[in-house]
């Protein structure tokens, strides 16, 4: 039961992780599976191969230098939501042990795939305030915090799950009062 409530943190904090970078997690999950330092589902063995490791490391890159992009960062947030969904599926369904297939896959679905598209969602509009109101000056200091997020939720899902949760759940806190805020300032116009 212990591993089976762990391997739902790691997933629900990669799935996050998700939220702001699509690819950095699932290199994270590639890598923690290859060097066992987590388990992978059966089913997901090939997810710490050599080829997914090079497959997930190339796009990482590409993704990270693509959100320094004036205005196609802005379009990279459009395609990415429903991919962080499918990757928020994924890393879901690869760590979670011990669970009937149709739990898991429910599971992955509402808690990995919707966390991770609410997340990207969220980052998506904090993007386009920072376009509309800098000019798209300050979406590099948003793109390296977003960056930031993601690697340090991916590096505490993996080696502290527990962790990763108080900070999901930290988070989820920062994204409401962000949003009142917004909301709040929308309404007073």
Not at 48 to 57: F, K
Not at 127 to 134: C, D, F
Not at 148 to 154: F, H, I, K, L, N
């Amino acid at each position: 039961m212990q591993e089976t409530i762990i391997s739902i943190c790691l997933g629900i904090g990669l799935a996050v992780s998700v939220g702001f970078r699509v690819f950095l997690p699932l290199l994270a999950v590639s890598l923690a599976g290859y060097f066992q330092i987590i388990p992978l589902n059966e089913e997901w063995q090939w997810v710490g191969s050599n080829a997914a490791i090079i497959t997930l490391s190339v796009a990482t890159i590409v993704e990270i230098f693509a959100y320094y992009i004036p205005w196609f960062d802005n379009l990279l947030d459009s395609i990415a939501i429903p991919l962080a969904a499918i990757a928020g599926t994924a890393v879901m369904v690869s760590t979670v042990a011990n669970l009937d297939p149709f739990l898991t896959w429910s599971l992955a679905i509402i808690a990995g795939g919707g966390t991770a598209a609410s997340v990207k969602s969220t980052m998506g509009a904090s993007r386009l305030t920072s376009t509309a109101t800098t000019g798209g000056l300050a979406n590099p200091v948003v793109a390296t915090v977003e960056t930031g997020t993601a690697t340090v939720m991916s590096v505490a899902s993996v080696f502290a799950p527990l962790i990763a949760i108080v900070l999901v759940i930290g988070l989820f806190f920062l994204f409401r009062k962000m949003y009142k805020k917004l909301f709040k300032g929308s309404k007073e116009k």
